[in-house]
C-alpha cells in the first residue's frame, strides 16, 4: 500500500511523516543508582498545519519484573545498525507481562508511576551541513521534561531512522543532574523503536532506556 501523507502536514516536515501518529508500548531502563525497570511507554506525534511536528512522551514504570533485552537497557545508540537492519541485529522485542493478556493496557488501564513526561517541537531544519548523504534531512527538536529539564536535540532523519544529540541541556536547580543525551529512533516493520544514551549524575553518557512501540 502506497504510504499516504497526514492530511493538512507541512510539506516542510514531510521526512517526520511516517512518525505521525500514536504509539504504545513496553520497555526497560536501567542506569547507575537507578534499579532496571519495566515501563509502558505513550507518544505521539501531531501536527497543526505549522512546519514542525508536536511530540508528548508519557513512561510509567511497572511493578513487573523489566522486559528481556540485550545489555542492561537496551543497545545503546552507538551500537544500533543503519535501518533497515538485518535479522537480528535490533534487540529483542521486550516482553509483555503475563498480566497484560490483551497486549499493552490501554493508559487508563496502566498500573504504575508516571516516571517522565515530555513535552517538544520537532522541526526539518533549512540547513544542510557539508556531506550529509542527499537522502537525509537535518533536525531540531526542542524537549522539555516536567521534571525541570529542557533540552535542544541536534541531528538528521532518512530512511525511517532519527539520530539525534544533545547541543544544549538547561536545568532548574531542582531537576536531575542530566548533562547530555543521545536518542536513536527507527521504524522497524512496522513498530517504532528507540533507545537512548544519557550521561548524569557525574556518570559519562551510557545506556539508559529503550522501547519498541505499535501504532495504536
Sequence with gaps: MPFAFPEGLAPEVYPLAWL???????????YPGIESRA????????HDGGPYLRFESTIRVLDTPPPAVPGTAGAAADEVPD??????????????????????????ETAGTVWSTETGYWRVSS??????EEDRHALEVLVADASGRMSLFLGMVGNG????????VARTSTASEVTAAKRLYGLVEGQLMWVEDLAAFGHPLRSYASARLDRV
Aim: glycine share 10%; aromatic share 10%; net charge negative.
Design 20 to 30: 505521525v501518529g500514536r504509539w504504545r508500548g513496553e520497555g526497560v531502563v536501567e
Design 127 to 132: 540547513d544542510r551541513p557539508d556531506g550529509m
Design 83 to 108: 535501518f533497515p537492519p538485518s535479522e537480528g541485529e535490533w534487540p529483542e522485542p521486550v516482553a509483555v507481562p503475563e498480566s497484560a493478556e490483551a497486549g499493552v493496557p490501554a493508559p487508563e
Design 161 to 168: 531512522r532519527v539520530d539525534l544529540a544533545t547541543d544544549f
Design 39 to 46: 515501563f509502558v511507554n505513550d507518544v505521539v506525534f501531531d
